[in-house]
């Protein structure tokens, strides 16, 4: 199967996000102190202070007061993050440098205690990350990685989680927002959410909540790049791409319904259904000249001669139980996730290719015009997880939590089909035989048992350590056929299995009351899986890819003035990557194959200042130095020392907030962020003279103020007002014309109006 058709008693380390969503709650919370910010990340209640690793928190009020939505508006707060997209829900992500561009995920992604998406590399799960709305949520945990312990496979560079707000039996609540903006390029966009908390009786309540987002689209296609007749006197027909404005608009929008039956207060069941879509009409790329990367035609311009949609859809259903037993706590959570992407790519811009129909297959007779391509394809999986954990008590000399996993997928990309149309129009060629047609059908299966423990040895010294041993099977057929794969091949029930051991040690030590630091050895992993083969694979074409490992060893520090005003945490961190899994291409179709090492190190931080006037500061930043050690497989075209694709060497934001009481119980505040990216390189095979091509760095300001009265507020926000160019993406020449690289970028600069009211 091709898969490069898709193409497409402290603070934490790296705690930029909880900084800020303490500014943006502190009058509700009536807190500074960071220390008393609770969070799930190790799979128990418990203060972020006795967390020993790296972990950011993003809470729900800061997400809503800066219009933060989706991933690209989290990498800038989230140190060491960064992503790799042109099409909203197609979303590369990693933490820490650790990405290549395989199949399968380095960073997982969990709504609650449920993972989100494949953890085998035969379902594009590395592209398909769960890109979940925001709203209405508690706050966003992320954790960096690895985390093979507590969450197993797929989370080398860490997780990324989605704490949705729970039913509360307290009282009624309601609340309705809508927002308009325009974007510079394109024109206005909306958006409209609410939320209903509702106690039915003293021990049941249920939590609706539902969005609608429409974003303009800012790239044209403009009626440029003819395709010429071939040359032919009686074909004479010319046809130019579509005109069309915003292309790459996008509509949004899900809804989330939980109830929560608490009869007693050591027992509570919360059951979960939650959908979204993201249905985009073209991705975020324009052409650029291959040299300079300036806009080609005046413009960002897209030939667009077909339609490029992809359409998304998230659907998670869950049941967690948590019941007290006394001396420990029994905590089962129950899920079944579906995942679904439809897309159409146009292959009338692969000139040679419409070309080459033309001249084989038209009538120079009846002069019809050329031919042309559409590329389409399903990629879906259906995911059943269950999960068992006995956690003991809190505040005991020693705690400890074990428990058992299980998982069962089903993957498909089906159909994946290239079909010759007539050109300009979807309709298919007549008589004309499918180009190529492939499925990739795939199950994986795995079982895993876990524990961690934390040793208070002392009232400042911890030791905290973890194990997990998992047991994975996977089988995959696949069937190819057409022109452009060799005919007809056939592989059925082709299988593997693994047993991988995953391990943390983490030992922390308080200097004094307001200073810790900690070290953390951590072990994590991707599962290996079968290759299937296509017609005429040469010998020695592995039949199978084994795990790659990452292990981390990482020292940080936290330290906070008595009043919590000033703090100061940071990290230091060294990745040993091994055995990398790398995506090759045999005959036309994608593989997983094992190759060489990497390394990435690097330091996190974040700086933060609160004054009791209402002024607050944040600093964050990574430096990242990630780089292959040894070079990758030729045909994947990485070199020893090249830099880790897309990554950047640093990355800044510093944010400022001022709030002030203007009239009763109101409330005002303006705020603003500034968030620099570095420079990035692009996937190792995509080379200029040698070199591989670089994205430019770039610097975005944000700026906002609102009032807030209570039962109402309104924020007036702006967004990138610079206006800059940033580059998420960078498509090597071949899939456009003349020679054009594709440049995936940023939203550009956006001013809009959000109204909210609470009942």
């Known amino acids: 199967m091709n898969r490069q058709f898709a193409r497409t008693a402290l603070t934490v380390s790296g705690s930029v996000a909880l900084i800020l969503g303490a500014a943006a709650a502190m009058a509700e919370e009536g807190s500074t102190r960071l220390g008393e910010v609770f969070v799930t990340a190790q799979k128990r209640t418990q203060a972020l202070a ?66 989100f998406g494949s953890s085998s590399g035969l379902a594009n799960g590395a592209i398909l990350s769960g890109d979940f709305d925001t709203f209405d949520l508690a706050r966003v945990e992320v954790l960096r990685g690895p985390q093979g312990t507590l969450y197993g496979a797929s989370s080398l560079g860490g997780v990324i989680k989605y704490v949705a707000n729970e039913p509360s039996l307290d009282g009624f609540e309601a609340r309705l927002q809508a927002t308009t903006e325009n974007v510079s390029g394109g024109d206005l966009g909306y958006s409209a959410a609410g939320v209903l908390n509702m106690p039915l009786s003293d021990t049941i309540a249920i939590r609706a909540s539902g969005f609608y987002r429409f974003d303009d689209g800012f790239i044209d296609s403009i009626g440029n790049n003819p395709i010429p007749a071939l040359q032919n006197p009686a074909v004479n027909i010319v046809s130019g791409s579509r005109i069309e404005k915003n292309l790459n608009s996008l509509d949004t929008y ?65 049941a967690t139980v948590d019941w007290d037993l006394g001396g420990a706590t029994l905590q089962s959570v129950t899920s079944w996730g579906e995942f679904k992407q439809e897309f159409q790519r ?105 524990a961690n423990a934390t040793w208070h040895v002392t009232d400042r010294f911890d030791l905290s350590f973890g194990a997990r041993l998992s047991e994975n099977r996977q089988k995959a057929s696949q069937v190819l056929d057409g022109l452009l794969v060799g005919g007809l091949t056939v592989f059925d029930d082709v299988k593997s299995s693994e047993s991988p051991f995953t391990y943390s040690f983490s030992p922390r030590f308080q200097l004094t009351d307001n200073t810790s630091v900690y070290a953390r050895v951590a072990t994590g992993y991707r599962p290996g899986g079968p290759n299937v083969l296509p017609a005429g694979a040469p010998p020695g074409t592995p039949g199978s890819y084994d795990s790659d490992e990452l292990t981390s060893y990482e020292l940080g520090l936290r330290t906070q003035s008595e009043s919590g005003a000033f703090s100061l945490d940071a990290a230091l961190y060294y990745l040993d990557w091994k055995d990398i899994q790398l995506l090759a291409v045999v005959n036309n179709v994608g593989l997983n194959a094992n190759g060489g090492t990497a390394t990435s190190k690097g330091l996190e931080f974040t700086a933060t200042a609160r004054h009791p006037s209402g002024l607050r500061f944040a600093l964050n930043g990574a430096y990242t130095d990630a780089y292959l050690t040894q070079d990758t497989h030729p045909v994947v075209g990485g070199l020893d020392g090249d830099p880790l694709p897309w990554v950047p060497e640093w990355s800044l934001g510093l ?32 080379r200029a003279g040698g070199v591989i091509r670089t994205a430019d760095s770039y610097t975005t300001v944000d700026l906002r103020a609102g009032v807030d009265m209570g039962s109402w507020y309104v924020e007036l926000f702006g967004k990138n007002l610079t206006d800059e160019r940033g580059v998420n993406d960078l498509i090597a020449p071949g899939t456009y014309p003349n020679g054009a690289i594709g440049l995936g970028v940023i939203r550009p600069s956006t001013v809009g109006l959000s109204v909210g009211a609470r009942f």
Do not use: C
């Open 655 to 686: 944010t400022a907030d001022y709030e002030w009481t203007v009239f009763g119980d109101a409330t005002a505040y303006v705020g603003g962020k500034i968030a620099f990216t570095d420079d990035r390189t692009a996937d190792f095979n995509n």
């Open 50 to 115: 006795d967390i020993p690793m790296s972990v950011s928190v993003v809470s729900g009020e800061a997400l809503e007061r800066m219009q933060a939505d989706n991933f690209q508006d989290l990498v800038s707060l989230i140190p060491g993050l960064s992503i790799t997209s042109s099409t909203r829900g197609v979303t590369r992500i990693s933490l820490r440098g650790i990405n290549t561009g395989g199949v399968a995920s380095t960073v997982g992604v969990y709504v609650n205690d449920v993972p």
């Open 346 to 450: 146009d292959y009338a811009i692969r000139l040679s290719l419409s070309q080459l129909l033309t001249f084989l297959f038209s009538d120079p007779v009846t002069a019809q015009p050329p031919l042309s391509a559409i590329l389409t394809q399903t990629t879906a999986t259906d995911k059943f997880t269950q999960e068992f954990r006995l956690v003991s008590g809190q505040n005991q000399p020693f705690e400890w939590l074990v428990g058992v996993y299980y998982t069962e997928e089903d993957s498909g990309i089906d159909p994946q089909t290239i079909s010759a149309v007539s050109a300009g129009t979807e309709t298919p060629a007549p008589g004309f035989p499918v180009l190529a047609n492939a499925q990739l059908l795939s199950s994986f299966e795995e079982m895993a048992l876990f």
């Open 254 to 318: 899900g809804a989330r319904l939980s109830a929560l039956f608490r009869p007693s207060d050591t027992l509570s069941v919360n059951l979960t259904a939650m959908f979204q879509n993201i249905e985009s009409d073209s991705s975020d790329a324009f052409e650029a000249n291959a040299t300079t990367h300036a806009p080609l035609y005046g413009g960002l311009v897209a030939s667009r001669y077909h339609p490029e949609f992809t359409d998304i859809e998230y659907r998670v259903y869950s």
